[in-house]
């Protein structure tokens, strides 16, 4: 189990936790209401910061729930906690619904998944190597 160091911000701010022992995503809550108007964006806070091991960060996804229910969810999705990120974690919600939409203080409102990082050296080369999908982009796969 990988150990992550949390700093609540705010009195009133809820420590993420798993729902269910084996959930992939902790939830996030917000500490303060605030509407989300239709077709518009939010920052919501949630009165914690996290310092993350190295080669690690924390994605922000959206709740499914909220999503399918009421048209609420993480703009960037997945927007990612660098490892050096030492301030408040907030989440850009929109509302892709026709009506506004209520947070409420103690409102889960996204997940937050911590995931191993890769980083890449790149090399540039004159060609790729060819495979099956070739350069097929955009639905060349079919349905």
């Given at each position: 189990?990988?150990?992550?160091?949390?700093?609540?911000?705010?009195?009133?701010?809820?420590?993420?936790?798993?729902?269910?022992?084996?959930?992939?995503?902790?939830?996030?809550?917000?500490?303060?209401?605030?509407?989300?108007?239709?077709?518009?964006?939010?920052?919501?806070?949630?009165?914690?910061?996290?310092?993350?091991?190295?080669?690690?960060?924390?994605?922000?996804?959206?709740?499914s729930g909220l999503a399918l229910n009421h048209g609420i969810t993480v703009l960037n999705t997945p927007g990612t906690?660098?490892?050096?990120?030492?301030?408040?974690?907030?989440?850009?919600?929109?509302?892709?619904?026709?009506?506004?939409?209520?947070?409420?203080?103690?409102?889960?409102?996204?997940?937050?998944?911590?995931?191993?990082?890769?980083?890449?050296?790149?090399?540039?080369?004159?060609?790729?190597?060819?495979?099956?999908?070739?350069?097929?982009?955009?639905?060349?796969?079919?349905?």
């Amino acid at each position: 189990m990988m150990r992550v160091k949390i700093l609540r911000l705010a009195q009133n701010a809820k420590l993420p936790r798993y729902e269910h022992d084996d959930d992939a995503g902790m939830d996030l809550y917000a500490i303060a209401p605030q509407t989300i108007e239709p077709s518009e964006t939010a920052l919501v806070p949630t009165g914690i910061a996290i310092e993350l091991p190295p080669s690690t960060e924390a994605q922000i996804r959206p709740r499914s729930g909220l999503a399918l229910n009421h048209g609420i969810t993480v703009l960037n999705t997945p927007g990612t906690i660098d490892a050096g990120y030492r301030g408040e974690i907030r989440v850009i919600l929109i509302n892709h619904a026709k009506r506004p939409f209520k947070v409420e203080a103690g409102m889960r409102i996204a997940q937050m998944v911590i995931m191993p990082v890769i980083r890449a050296e790149l090399e540039e080369v004159a060609y790729l190597s060819n495979s099956a999908r070739d350069r097929g982009g955009f639905g060349s796969s079919g349905l």
